[in-house]
């Protein structure tokens, strides 16, 4: 009779004692997982860990027992024909686990495009055509061309390089509206002393 333990277990799991198939796998697993965490990535740790490789494995071990006849001469022989068996069913889910990843988009640049969205709501758009049509009422008709250019986004030299009038003059004028603007609505008044609520 062998003098280690574990040789004595492998001659009961040969012989299909169940007892013995368990109290295996908790001696064995240790070290096992240790053997798939020292080469899993930190990227892949979120897709599988260590347990899902080892109990893959030694659900096809039990299986080679019950059902192929396997056998081994000692805890040895075993140890490394698990290792081995372990390696190679990380690696083969490595492989499939890269492939996915290849085609999956950072989370952060998916958070990034959800968050950004180029459209405006509708009451956004409600609420600038009404501010627009008081803008409007308040200019006088001389300078609906230099407003209309403000609010397609150009700049103070591109009007005032359009219109032919001098940049000063264009931010005097776009401050004026807004002073207007202000003065029929109390709650900008605020903003507008500090900034050109025109844009």
Request: glycine share 4%; hydrophobic share 35%; with cysteine.
């Given at each position: 009779?062998?003098?280690?333990?574990?040789?004595?277990?492998?001659?009961?799991?040969?012989?299909?004692?169940?007892?013995?198939?368990?109290?295996?796998?908790?001696?064995?697993?240790?070290?096992?997982?240790?053997?798939?965490?020292?080469?899993?990535?930190?990227?892949?740790?979120?897709?599988?860990?260590?347990?899902?490789?080892?109990?893959?494995?030694?659900?096809?071990?039990?299986?080679?027992?019950?059902?192929?006849?396997?056998?081994?001469?000692?805890?040895?022989?075993?140890?490394?024909?698990?290792?081995?068996?372990?390696?190679?069913r990380f690696l083969d889910r490595?492989?499939?686990?890269?492939?996915?990843?290849?085609?999956?988009?950072?989370?952060?640049?998916?958070?990034?495009?959800?968050?950004?969205?180029?459209?405006?709501?509708?009451?956004?758009?409600?609420?600038?055509?009404e501010l627009w049509q008081k803008?409007?009422?308040?200019?006088?008709?001389a300078h609906l061309e230099l407003?209309?250019?403000?609010?397609?986004?150009?700049?103070?030299?591109?009007?005032?390089?359009?219109?032919?009038?001098?940049?000063?003059?264009?931010?005097?004028?776009?401050?004026?509206?807004?002073?207007?603007?202000?003065?029929?609505?109390?709650?900008?008044?605020?903003?507008?002393?500090?900034?050109?609520?025109?844009?």
């Amino acid at each position: 009779m062998s003098t280690n333990p574990l040789d004595d277990l492998l001659q009961r799991l040969s012989h299909g004692d169940e007892a013995a198939a368990e109290q295996v796998f908790r001696t064995y697993e240790p070290y096992l997982r240790m053997v798939v965490r020292r080469q899993l990535p930190t990227r892949l740790r979120c897709k599988f860990d260590s347990v899902d490789v080892v109990q893959s494995v030694w659900a096809d071990v039990l299986n080679g027992f019950q059902n192929s006849g396997w056998s081994f001469n000692n805890s040895s022989q075993l140890r490394a024909f698990l290792v081995k068996v372990t390696r190679n069913r990380f690696l083969d889910r490595l492989r499939k686990h890269e492939r996915a990843l290849e085609h999956e988009h950072p989370a952060d640049d998916n958070i990034a495009l959800m968050a950004f969205d180029p459209e405006p709501r509708p009451s956004e758009v409600a609420q600038a055509d009404e501010l627009w049509q008081k803008i409007v009422t308040l200019c006088p008709p001389a300078h609906l061309e230099l407003l209309r250019l403000k609010r397609e986004g150009r700049t103070l030299n591109e009007i005032a390089e359009q219109t032919g009038m001098h940049p000063s003059s264009v931010r005097r004028i776009l401050y004026d509206l807004a002073r207007r603007l202000a003065d029929q609505n109390p709650a900008t008044s605020t903003a507008a002393s500090d900034e050109d609520p025109l844009g």
